[in-house]
């Protein structure tokens, strides 16, 4: 079931028109996975190698995981969904919102095929958006938050290189809640 899915994802052509590089749906799961990590959108060097967190954002997410590449794309351990499953083009400061199609047309069949889910990690203001209702105005309450939501859902800043400046203004976030996430990590992945 999940595969036949997936499938129909990666053939995904409904934003096309919208696309400035054209659809390239990228997304990782599978049935066993125990950790979710719903982002934002690929970014171009993600869109061009068709492999999620291909960059530096994803360089530190691992680190955050407490993870190597090798580990970080067994999708046996690992689901990646993002809000918007294409690169949706370039705005004014980075790149543009997910198109707000994606996440309504796939998320749901995607959460469904996925029962050993434990822990999703909510990445950015879209996702957070999306899936917590009750969360506060500004991402760093929200982040600041995350015990209101633990153990099953974690909401994390974008591990972007432009949020340096963000971490250093909120080192709780690296004392506290990235030792949260490498415990579950470690727990329940048997990695």
Known sequence: MLDSLLNEIRACRHCEPHLPLGANPVIQAHQDAKLLIIGQAPGTRVHHSSIPWNDPS??????????DKTQFYDAKHIAIMPMGLCYPGKGRSGDLPPRKECAPMWHQKVLEALP?????????????????????RS??????????????????PHPSPRNTLWLKRNPW???????????????????
């Open 58 to 67: 994803g360089d530190r997410l691992r680190e955050w995981l407490g993870l």
């Open 139 to 156: 991402l760093t309450e929200t982040v600041k938050q995350w015990h209101t939501w633990a153990p099953h859902t974690l909401p994390l």
């Open 173 to 191: 976030f690296e004392a506290e809640v990235v030792p949260y996430i490498h415990q579950y990590v470690h727990e329940h992945l048997n990695i």
């Open 116 to 136: 050993n889910i434990g822990m999703t990690l909510l990445i950015g203001q879209y996702a957070q958006r999306y899936y917590l209702s009750d969360k506060p």
